[in-house]
């Protein structure tokens, strides 16, 4: 069964910084992309960034180009998202998704999800 | 980058059939076969309903069916059910910038 666990959220300030990491299990990691989607209160879902199966591609939504920096590791089974510049927009719970097509370099679709950890921007 | 356009609301009574749309760019819906839905119920991670346009993940039920016209594609929900009230929200590949665009998503009322 895949699973994905997503950590790191919390409340931080306008400007700051904040990393969210999560952790695979269940399927062969290195075997596909893997994205962030994040969705805001109230609104509906945004892709953020994603990353190819070995690194070489990665991807990122224009709200966040230039301020979020997308990583993983694939002999730990993990991904990251490092937010810089945060802003009270980027209020969210982020979402850590598996990419559903093998050897995955790109966006084709998100077949598996986690269940979110949330990032509050205010002072 | 431009999200897809959705309609905000849809409904239907059970047993019957609704069809959501959304509405891309040649740049995204338009130019390439990977159109997915994903059902999202409240508090719970979205699901993938609906991949490549209209190919069904194993364990959904094949009342859920997917098709795309030139930019726009669609989702049809047949033979409604209680527990298909959810959001539905489309996506699809958008090139090798922005990589991934959602909808604005649909909010289906089963009444």
């Known amino acids: 069964e895949v699973k994905l666990v997503e950590s790191g959220g919390g409340l931080v300030q306008p400007g700051r910084s904040l990393t969210l990491s999560c952790a695979a299990s269940g399927f062969t990691f290195d075997d596909y992309a893997m994205h962030w989607v994040r969705q805001g209160p109230g609104k509906g879902l945004e892709w953020v960034s994603g990353?190819?199966?070995?690194?070489?591609?990665?991807g990122y939504a224009d709200s966040v180009k230039g301020r979020f920096t997308i990583s993983r590791d694939n002999a730990k089974k993990s991904l990251y998202l490092q937010m810089n510049s945060l802003r009270a927009d980027d209020t969210a719970l982020y979402y850590c998704?598996?990419?559903?097509?093998?050897?995955?370099?790109?966006?084709?679709?998100?077949?598996?999800w986690g269940q979110g950890t949330t990032v509050i921007v205010s002072s | 980058q431009s999200a897809l356009t959705q309609p905000p609301s849809a409904s239907g009574s059970p047993g019957q059939s609704v069809t959501i749309s959304c509405t891309g760019t040649?740049?995204?819906?338009?130019?390439?076969?990977?159109v997915s839905w994903y059902q999202k119920h409240p508090d719970k991670a979205p699901k993938l309903v609906i991949y490549a346009v209209n190919k069904r993940p194993s364990g959904v039920p094949d009342r859920f069916s997917g098709s795309k016209s030139g930019n726009t594609a669609s989702l049809t929900v047949s033979g409604l059910q209680v527990e298909d009230e959810a959001d539905y929200f489309c996506?699809?590949?958008?090139?090798?910038?922005?990589?991934?665009?959602f909808g604005g998503g649909t909010k289906l009322t089963v009444l």
């Open positions: 996506s699809s590949y958008a090139g090798s910038n922005n990589w991934g665009v």
């Open positions: 040649s740049s995204d819906v338009g130019g390439y076969d990977y």
């Open positions: 990353i190819g199966w070995n690194s070489a591609g990665k």
């Open positions: 998704v598996k990419d559903g097509i093998y050897g995955s370099g790109t966006y084709y679709y998100l077949d598996s």
